[in-house]
C-alpha cells in the first residue's frame, strides 16, 4: 500500500507532474506562444524541485535539458546475487552507502543483458540470470525524493566466474546475511525492499512481485 506523502513530498510529485506535461507539451506542440508557455512551466517544475530536493537548480535544469518526447518513466535494473544464503551488496562511491549492483539500463541492452553487465562492471562477479524476481514502482516504496519516476527490475543471478573486484563506481564488495545488513543507498534499495528478496531465498516458488 502507498504510504502517505509529505507536503514536500507532495510538491515533488506535484512538479515532476509539471515536468512531464511541459516536455510533452515542447514534443508536440508547433504553436510559437504554446512553446513558450510550455517552456515557462518547465522553468517552474524545476526550481519547484531545487525548493524541495538537495540538488542544485542547475543540476535539475541539466537534467531536463537532456530529455526530449514523450516523458515516461526511467529503468532502473538490480541484480540479486546470493552465496551461502547471503545476499550480495556494493558500496557506492556517490554516498558510501551500500546497493545491490545495477544502475539504469542502457539503450540497445535488454534488461538481463543489463544487469549482467552492472555486476561484473560493480563487483566483478561473471554471472547468468536466472529469475525475474520483481518490478517495483518507486513512487510506492520509501526511497528519498528523486527528480525522475523509475520502475526498478530486480534479476537473480546466478554466479559462473569472475572474482569480487569493485568498479569505477563502487569501491567495497561484500555479502550480508538478512538480519545483518549495512547502511543502505535508499534511493537504489529500501531495507523492506531487501527484506523481500530474501523471500525468495527462502522459498525459490515465490511468484514475482509487482507494483
Known amino acids: 500500500m502507498k504510504e502517505s506523502l509529505s507536503q514536500n513530498d507532495k510538491w515533488l510529485e506535484w512538479a515532476k507532474r509539471i515536468q512531464s506535461l511541459s516536455q510533452a507539451g ?26 524541495y530536493t538537495d540538488l542544485e537548480l542547475t543540476k535539475i535544469k541539466d537534467l531536463f535539458a537532456n530529455e526530449e518526447g514523450y516523458q515516461t518513466p526511467k529503468v532502473d535494473v538490480r541484480g540479486v546475487v546470493f552465496k551461502d544464503n547471503q545476499i550480495l551488496l556494493v558500496r557506492e562511491k556517490i554516498d558510501d552507502k551500500w546497493s545491490l549492483p545495477g544502475g539504469f539500463c542502457d539503450v540497445g541492452l535488454s534488461p538481463t543483458e543489463n544487469v549482467v553487465k552492472e555486476i561484473e562492471e560493480e563487483a566483478g562477479y561473471e554471472v547468468v540470470p536466472a529469475k525475474f524476481l520483481a518490478i517495483l514502482d518507486m513512487h510506492k516504496h520509501p526511497h528519498p525524493p528523486q527528480p525522475y519516476h523509475y520502475y526498478k527490475l530486480f534479476i537473480q543471478c546466478n554466479i559462473v566466474g569472475g572474482e569480487a573486484m569493485s568498479g569505477v563506481e563502487t569501491y567495497d564488495i561484500d555479502f550480508f546475511s538478512e538480519n545483518n545488513l549495512p547502511k543502505l543507498s535508499l ?11 530474501f523471500e525468495f531465498l527462502k522459498d525459490p516458488r515465490k511468484e514475482t512481485i509487482f507494483d
Open 187 to 197: 534511493g537504489r534499495n529500501t531495507v523492506s525492499q531487501i527484506k523481500m528478496l
Open 26 to 51: 515542447l514534443t508536440f506542440s508547433r504553436d510559437t506562444f504554446d512553446l513558450e508557455r510550455y517552456e515557462e512551466l518547465r522553468k517552474i517544475s524545476t526550481e519547484i524541485m531545487a525548493e
